[in-house]
């Protein structure tokens, strides 16, 4: 394909940049293993040679390698048989190897973990959440002595309720595999809501699901609070929601509510399902949710190497650049949106040729701004809000704002065969 040669077209001035850090709650569990031990000692009971499946997600959760070795080590020691399985839906390309893959790449293999990897995809029905919609769960799950599962809390990307991301909808979706996740995605976001937890409740009722060991993060990406969710309070939802609230109150954000535009360096499955956090960038995939900052355009950079490719995410900004576009797969990436049956993430923004380009042409396409006036956010990417750049017409606001920290002068951009200098960003 070809991009624009802007050396046909009048030059487009920018701004100079400045360097600011945004601070938040940096509260962490300091002793991880310790913690996780203490969490499940009283739920440690009639463990002895039972087999027992510890399901770990797709996503990039903070130190889960970590806590899934305690987690085994642990069950290993009340006298369990404990074995890794993948709970990603579709994820991973929907395989057997592509999650193994997966979980590997998060430092969770076999010979890492100790314990055996059953990353098989076959599943089997276990009931209906209504007529004609069954509900799904894999049979390596099934066939074990108990269920533990190891979900992250938080915000949920493409919808609202009381329950989002969490304990019921790694259930539902991680555990369903790729037909759970279609026969979910199927009834659209916008029951989500209602679905997540009726569903995730069935599951826990009607197979051997022991507990959970729920995380939550700050908006430094370091493990905040673990809590470990028996199935009684599993079913009672009381406790996830509690825990999805403290999770929204932690959250990252970009803290200036209105610029002209985002500039985002990467994007990637290991930093959000869609690529990017929308909670953070208000660039949603669907109606079912909104908020965030308001700006006029976007930009996405790059895509990370731990997202093998899925691209999922590129479609909800103005322009991208050659350098993503060469790395997607395809097959990775639209596999993604067949199965939540949302494409909007996976069109094809503008290309530009080089991420100078990219950003020249989205202060071309931004109307009614006098020159060097722009005012544009850049950052690293929706898990990294803390040290980002801000155009000068910004410096007055950050200056005001008692929670961000100004780090730098004001100075222009200097492009290396069209990659921005990494010792300003």
């Not at 969710?229 to 599993?234: A, E, L, Q």
Request: proline letters at 5%.
């Amino acid at each position: 394909m070809q991009s624009l040669d802007l050396n046909k077209f009048p030059e487009v001035e920018l701004p100079r940049f400045i360097k600011i850090k945004q601070h938040f709650n940096r509260q962490k569990v300091e002793d991880i293993p310790g913690e996780v031990r203490k969490k499940m000692e009283p739920y440690l009971e009639n463990l002895n040679g039972k087999r027992i499946a510890v399901g770990v997600g797709s996503r990039g959760v903070a130190n889960i390698a970590l806590v899934t070795k305690t987690v085994v080590d642990t069950l290993k020691e009340a006298g369990a048989k404990p074995f890794i399985i993948p709970v990603m839906g579709s994820h991973g390309g929907a395989t057997p190897e592509g999650q193994a893959d997966l979980l590997a790449s998060f430092g969770i293999s076999e010979s890492a973990m100790g314990v055996p990897v059953d990353a098989s995809i076959d599943v089997e029905t276990i009931g209906e959440f209504e007529p004609g919609s069954p509900i799904y769960v894999c049979k390596s799950a099934l066939e074990a002595d108990g269920i533990v599962i190891i979900p992250r809390i938080k915000p949920h990307t493409c919808f609202r309720g009381p329950i989002e991301s969490g304990i019921c909808k790694m259930l539902v979706i991680g555990l369903g595999k790729r037909l759970g996740a279609d026969s979910v995605h199927s009834r659209g976001f916008d029951r989500f809501a209602e679905l997540i937890p009726k569903i995730g409740c069935i599951i826990a009722q009607k197979t051997k699901v022991l507990f959970a060991v729920a995380l939550v993060e700050n908006a430094y990406e370091d493990t905040y609070k673990i809590e470990v969710v028996p199935k009684d309070d599993i079913l009672l939802l009381e406790r996830e929601a509690a825990l999805l609230e403290e999770a929204r109150s932690l959250m990252g954000r970009i803290m200036f509510p209105k610029f002209d535009i985002l500039v985002i360096d990467e994007i990637g499955k290991n930093i959000s399902g869609d690529g990017q956090d929308p909670n953070v960038t208000g660039l949603y995939i669907t109606k079912c949710v909104s908020g965030g900052p308001e700006f006029k355009k976007s930009i996405i950079l790059d895509v990370t190497e731990e997202s093998h490719g899925n691209a999922n995410g590129v479609g909800m900004v103005d322009v991208t650049t050659r350098k993503l576009f060469d790395k997607i797969d395809y097959i990775s990436m639209y596999t993604n949106a067949y199965t939540s049956t949302e494409v909007e993430a996976v069109k094809i923004p503008m290309v530009a040729a080089t991420s100078e380009d990219a950003l020249r042409m989205a202060v071309k396409m931004c109307n009614g701004i006098d020159t060097g006036q722009h005012k544009i956010v850049w950052i690293q990417n929706t898990l990294e809000l803390t040290t980002m750049l801000i155009s000068e017409p910004l410096l007055a606001e950050a200056e005001a704002n008692s929670n961000i920290e100004v780090i730098s002068s004001p100075k222009p951009l200097t492009f290396v065969e069209g990659e921005p200098q990494k010792t300003l960003i």
